[in-house]
C-alpha cells in the first residue's frame, strides 16, 4: 500500500479549506485550435505565495503538536517551499528558519524573509542543503520540513489535482512537474483514486532527467545538480516516499527542454494573459509535446507557480516562440 492515500489527500482538503486558495481553471479555444486537446489548466500560479507548495507546507506544519510548533521548523528550498513554510509558519505562529542557496532568485529569497523566516545560504554546487538542514534542527531542537518526501507534504499537494477533478471530473489525462516528486505523487493519488482510467503524466527538465532515469530503472537514480532554467526543479533524486507511488500510478515521465519552457511560457503570456515561472511550465510544456499521440483528449495540466522575477521573465519570453506557429 503506498504511504500516501486518496483518503489522506481528502482530509489535507479539508484542513486547507478556507486557508488556501481555491486556484481557477483555465481554458483556451485558441490553444485547444492549435493543439488539437482540450486543456484546463490549474492555475497554481494564483495560489498563496505564488505556488502549489503552500497546499503541503500548510498541510504538514498544521499537524505538528504544541512542543514542535513552539520548537520551529526548519526547511530547505530554492524557493517556492521556502516561502510556502515561511508562510505557513506565520499563519501557524511557528518560528521558520529557511536554508536557501546563493543563487536562488532574488524574488524568492525576498519574500521568504518578508514572510518572517530566518534565510541561511549555502552553494548549491558544493554544499548539501539537507544536511545544514538537520544540523540546525538537531542544535536549535527543531522538525525539519523537506521539500518533497514527506507523506503530509505530499497529501497536501495532491489537493490541486483533487479540486481540477471536482471541477473537471472526466478529464482523460492529467500532467504534473516532477521535481522531488511531491506534486506528482499527490496528484498521482488524487487523480488514480478518484478517476481510474485517467492517464496520469509528470514533466521534468531534460538536463535534470533524474526522475525519467529512476522510472525507466525501476530504481532510484541520482545525478549532479541539474543546469536548467526551471529552477524548482533541480532536484538529483527523487524521494523514497514519493518513488514508489510515481512508479506504480504514473504512465510516464516527459522531459522538456529549457528553448520548450519557455515557448511554453509565452503562450501562456500571450494566449492565456498568466505570468507562470519557468518551473511552472513544465507540465504545460509536455502537454504541447504529447498532444500529438493523444488528439481530441480532455487533459488537466497544473501550472505550479508563477514566482519570478519579472525582469528575467521579460527577458525569457521576449526570446521565446508560440507553439503551432
Known amino acids: 500500500m503506498n504511504a500516501v492515500t486518496l483518503a489522506d489527500v ?129 542544535r536549535e531542537g527543531r522538525t525539519v520540513i523537506p521539500p518533497f518526501d514527506n507523506a503530509h507534504i505530499a497529501a497536501g499537494q495532491g489537493t490541486a489535482a483533487l479540486e481540477l477533478l471536482q471541477d473537471v471530473p472526466d478529464l482523460d489525462v492529467v500532467i504534473a512537474p516532477l521535481g522531488g516528486g511531491g506534486l506528482l505523487s499527490g496528484t498521482a493519488v488524487a487523480t488514480r483514486g478518484t478517476r481510474p482510467e485517467a492517464r496520469v503524466f509528470g514533466a521534468e527538465p531534460a538536463a535534470g532527467d533524474d526522475g525519467k532515469q529512476s522510472f525507466d530503472a525501476g530504481e532510484i537514480v541520482t545525478i549532479p545538480v541539474p543546469e536548467t532554467l526551471a529552477d524548482g526543479a533541480q532536484t538529483a533524486a527523487l524521494g523514497r516516499l514519493t518513488f514508489p507511488i510515481i512508479r506504480e500510478l504514473v504512465e510516464d515521465i516527459v522531459r522538456v527542454t529549457d528553448d520548450e519552457l519557455v515557448a511554453g511560457m509565452r503562450a501562456l503570456a500571450q494566449t492565456c494573459k498568466l505570468v507562470v515561472e519557468p518551473t511552472g511550465a513544465l507540465a504545460f510544456a509536455a502537454a504541447i509535446s504529447l498532444a500529438p499521440s493523444m488528439p481530441g483528449a480532455k487533459v488537466g495540466v497544473i501550472l505550479s507557480g508563477g514566482n519570478v522575477d519579472l525582469d528575467r521573465y521579460a527577458r525569457l519570453i521576449g526570446r521565446g516562440a508560440t507553439p503551432g506557429r
Do not use: W
Open 10 to 138: 481528502q482530509d489535507a482538503a479539508t484542513g486547507l479549506a478556507g486557508v488556501a486558495h481555491r486556484t481557477p481553471v483555465v481554458t483556451s479555444s485558441r490553444l485547444d485550435d492549435e493543439l488539437g486537446i482540450r486543456l484546463h489548466l490549474k492555475c497554481e500560479n494564483l495560489q498563496r505565495m505564488g505556488a502549489f507548495k503552500f497546499r503541503g507546507a500548510y498541510n504538514a506544519l498544521s499537524r505538528l503538536d504544541d512542543a514542535a510548533r513552539a520548537a520551529g521548523v526548519v526547511a530547505f528550498s530554492s524557493g517556492n517551499h521556502a516561502q510556502a513554510v515561511a508562510l505557513a509558519a506565520r499563519l501557524l505562529g511557528i518560528p521558520a528558519t529557511i536554508v536557501m542557496p546563493t543563487d536562488a532568485p532574488q524574488i524568492k529569497l525576498t519574500a521568504t524573509e518578508g514572510y518572517g523566516a530566518r534565510v541561511v545560504t549555502y552553494d548549491r554546487m558544493t554544499e548539501d542543503r539537507e544536511a545544514i538542514a538537520r544540523e540546525l534542527a538537531d
